[in-house]
């Protein structure tokens, strides 16, 4: 065989194994979601690490309290920290690049021994990241940004998430196998985070592949969902009309303000367009798919699980160790599997033992 034929027998083999793995999208995207929709029973995080470190006090950095993701982990924070035997102090960004900057300097005023920094890009923050150094405040986060883990550029000593990448494919699988392959997309996304640009292209990404459609790539500010989102529905419904199967956002809170717009255009609770959130698993969000207003789907994280996982971190920091290495499960949430993995409280928790699995590492 000859250079050419060898090319050409091999760029045939190429060919067919694509064809093999691409030939039946609605089973591929169907095995997705099962993957994701079953209940989360089993701890595979950490079951070793250092005790608790004494008489500590920390202080958790809130991008924006209105959002139910940021809240969620705040309040697993106060949790955990209340059981290792630490004090909290919570403060609020508010939403905006401003609050956040007040709050970070109002946090290293504080002195306290660690800071977490909850659901806004470190990046955002370089100053007072550095102060933080210059301190010795070590520093955990959650949702700072695409790298999870150690983060050695902003200084972090860990960034807590699931796989966003994992949960924008649950979400954008999710509404490929509903619309029967042939989904027309809307995706909702904020410029503003590294992670959310990262999330929402993951979802134009899986859509394409699987051989869907999108018909528009939203870019439009989280923190300004309450005053934007009813005027830019009525407006996409206009533009798109009935094309507009599905929509998938990178995060719950883009369809607590979508209700009213889709009602008054005569749309009921479980018609087209279907929303479908990429994290982060809100009580709004369990409410509305309860009730089925305005939401099917939310790929929920464990809030407050990692609200725990936070504190461990912390504590392994203050005890001069490595971080844990734990990425925390995603849960796909649906009127079918509500129930399951804390449904009944309108969150996505866990009943895998994390709080005794912590405790026991801990000493308490």
């Not at 993701?69 to 106060?78: A, C, K, P, Q, T």
């Amino acid at each position: 065989m000859n250079r050419r034929q060898f090319l050409q027998a091999a760029t045939a083999v190429l060919v067919l194994c694509a064809s093999h793995a691409y030939a039946d999208p609605m089973a591929d995207a169907k095995a997705v979601v099962d993957k994701y929709a079953t209940p989360v029973a089993k701890w595979d995080g950490p079951t070793t690490g250092p005790k608790a470190q004494a008489g500590k006090t920390i202080v958790v950095l809130a991008g924006d309290l209105k959002n139910g993701g940021i809240l969620g982990v705040s309040n697993g924070v106060e949790e955990a920290a209340k059981a290792i035997g630490w004090q909290v102090k919570v403060l609020d960004g508010a939403g905006s690049i401003g609050g956040r900057t007040a709050a970070f300097g109002q946090a290293i005023a504080l002195q306290p021994a660690g800071i977490i920094i909850d659901g806004f890009d470190a990046v955002e923050q370089g100053p007072a990241l550095e102060q933080a150094k210059a301190a010795k405040i070590p520093l955990v986060a959650w949702h700072a940004g695409p790298v999870i883990g150690p983060d050695d550029k902003n200084g972090l000593f860990a960034n807590v998430s699931t796989d966003a990448m994992e949960v924008s494919k649950a979400a954008a699988n999710w509404a490929f196998a509903d619309a029967k392959g042939k989904p027309g997309v809307i995706i909702f996304t904020d410029s503003t985070y590294a992670i959310a640009i990262a999330k929402a292209d993951k979802m134009k990404q899986e859509i394409e592949r699987l051989g869907g459609k999108v018909l528009e790539y939203v870019d439009t500010p989280i923190a300004e969902t309450s005053q934007r989102m009813p005027q830019l529905t009525t407006s996409l419904l206009q533009r798109y009309g009935d094309s507009w199967t599905h929509s998938l956002a990178i995060n719950d809170l883009y369809f607590d303000f979508m209700g009213p717009s889709l009602a008054s255009a005569g749309k009921g609770g479980t018609d087209a367009p279907i929303n479908v959130a990429a994290g982060d698993g809100s009580q709004s969000a369990y409410e509305r798919i309860r009730a089925g207003q305005y939401q099917k789907v939310t790929v929920a994280e464990p809030l407050n699980l990692q609200g725990w996982q936070l504190v461990d971190e912390l504590n392994r920091a203050f005890a001069g160790e490595k971080w844990s290495g734990y990425l925390s499960p995603l849960h796909v949430v649906t009127s079918g599997n509500i129930q399951s993995d804390g449904g009944p409280k309108n969150t996505f928790d866990p009943d895998n033992g994390y709080r005794d699995q912590y405790k026991k590492i801990w000493g308490k």
